[in-house]
């Protein structure tokens, strides 16, 4: 063996339904390929969601949240499932999520959507329109009408209800999540399509006025901007267009779920949450799945691919992200499918037999 030359703590994070089972095929799949890259690993596994509220009451234990803080990168199964949904004490597993994302500081959001060539029959579009398509969405996540005050319910001059919320953005936040986006279409294929209202919305105008302004710090990435309606458009229309797109957080949030359903694949579909400094939080897009729960029939690539982000954006661990992705795809041209994408013709099998395989690509492409 290689000695170790660097050494990093990941937090597991299982959660609940498929969450263990696909977070164990990805574990592997990062131990394998830190043992060809010289890296180290120390796995810390540690309970969230429903699993943590039966364990101790709470979705997100303070032990849970400070291994996290103090890890490298934070790896998410998934949470919640049936069993919680009815709780007396109203404590939704769900809740955690949104406690670790804050907890972690993590602004932006990175979903790619990526038809593979294996997988093209699945997109929701026509093949010659789907075929080849390879996206990013980073979206602004702790900003914007989500969290803007003021907000709440009052009555208007008519005495009527209403309901109001605020479009907020400051110049820090834009800033940070425009330089994470800009870094991002750098590592990709260098174009950069910022999405807002510019043509109604203040919060969009300072928007594009920033994003357009740190432009001049990455000459190499080629900057557009595009109304939030056109690029809604434009998604389904020719996607192809796309390399990486940047959004504030209510845009992203549906930009983000109309591009997934471009690949049609929701357990191919990763994920991964940065902060400024500090750990990353890496998760597919899917739920627990408590309807295929400890049956074995989970697919663990959304998983596996959310590892590979998690060494791409939150270690810099470039060569063995590519491994990964390349193991996954050699995975699917052998033939390999779990329920969700398989075809007739190919060779159905469950999370477990998907991991060996993944790992059998990982070791024949040394
Ligand atoms: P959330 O928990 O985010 O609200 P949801 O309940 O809307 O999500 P999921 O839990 O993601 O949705 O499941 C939606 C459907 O997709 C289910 O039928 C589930 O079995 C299936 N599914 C989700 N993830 C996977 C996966 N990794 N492999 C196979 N099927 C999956
Ligand atoms: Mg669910």
Known sequence: AIAASRSYTVTLLPGDGIGPEVISVAKNALQLVASQEGVDFKFKEMPMGGAALDLTGVPLPEETLSAAKDSDAVLLGAIGGYKWDNNEKHLKPETGLLQIRAGLKVFANLRPATVLPQLVDASTLKKEVADGVDLMVVRELTGGIYFGKPRGFGTNENGEEIGFNTEVYATYEIDRIARVAFETARKRRGKLCSVDKANVLEASMLWRKRVTELASEYPDVELSHMYVDNAAMQLIRNPKQFDTIVTNNIFGDILSDEASMIT???GML?????GESGPGLFEPIHGSAPDIAGQDKANPLATVLSAAMLLKYGL?????????EAAVLDTLDRGYRTGDIYSAGLKLVGCKEMGEEVLKSIECKV
């Open 270 to 274: 990763a994920s991964a949450s940065l």
């Open 316 to 324: 810099g661990e470039e060569k063995a992200a590519q491994r990964i």
């Open 264 to 266: 049609g694949s929701i």
